[in-house]
């Protein structure tokens, strides 16, 4: 059972997801990965097989340091693909601006995967999480929001899915979606937590929503709302 962590906000990402996986561990994986939108306006990835200690020992190996305040991280438990960094989370698009952690199967991704070929989208893993991100990617070409896109690929998607997904053009957003599988946003002070349970969170924060089938978060460090895949808002209580 995989396990996914995000943070937008003010604080530094990465010891807050790393915190988050090691709270998740519990869960069961083989492999572990974050992706961090650095201050310098780049995307910081690294993936490891085995432990949150291994992918932690590689981060602080980095001459780059993973400095920013917006972030994904996962620990996978192999279904599509063996175990391998290619096939560990975070994915992304072609271009590696879009980049998602997923929980769940897509069901039809053989024929999603074959479709995005043909329009000329490179794979680079044997998931069948990787073809979400360029679903995303294709949806991006018709305009409008980065959230619009995520809606509109979503809606072609059959199976489970709980997803954290950020895009480096929009780098003032973190997004999370939920189909059958478990996901919640934390709620704090100018900062906004995924995490698949609460334990990945709760030494940030006791304020928690748990996303509905069909619900799509969209956060940012000034506030959050939520719709549903009709493009309906929808009101919770934490």
């Not at 190996?61 to 920013?68: R, T």
């Amino acid at each position: 059972m995989c396990g996914i962590v995000g943070y937008i906000g003010k604080q530094e990402a990465a010891p807050i997801l790393l915190e988050g996986l090691k709270a998740l561990e519990y869960r069961g994986y083989d492999s572990a990965g974050i992706a961090v939108f650095s201050k310098k306006r780049e995307i910081l990835a690294l993936k490891a097989v085995g432990k949150v200690a291994s992918l932690e020992e590689k981060i602080l190996s980095q001459k780059k340091p993973l400095s920013g305040g917006l972030g994904i991280a996962h620990t996978r438990w192999a279904t599509h693909g063996g175990v391998c960094e290619k096939n560990a989370h975070p994915h992304s698009d072609c271009e590696k601006e879009i980049w998602l952690a997923h929980n769940g199967i897509v069901e039809n991704y053989a024929e999603l995967r074959k479709a995005l070929i043909k329009k000329g989208h490179v794979f680079k893993s044997e998931t069948d999480t990787e073809v979400i991100g360029h679903l995303i990617e294709e949806e991006q070409k018709r305009g409008g929001a980065f959230e619009e896109a995520v809606r509109r690929a979503l809606k072609k998607i059959r199976g489970t899915y709980g997803l954290a997904i950020f895009n480096a053009k929009e780098p003032e957003k973190l997004i999370a979606a939920r189909n059958f599988s478990p996901l919640l946003v934390g709620l704090g002070k100018d900062e906004y937590f995924i995490a698949s349970d609460p334990s990945a969170v709760i030494r940030h924060t006791r304020d928690v929503i748990y996303l509905r089938d069909g619900e799509i978060a969209i956060l940012s460090r000034g506030g959050f709302r939520i719709i549903n895949l009709d493009k309906e808002l929808v009101h919770h209580a934490p």
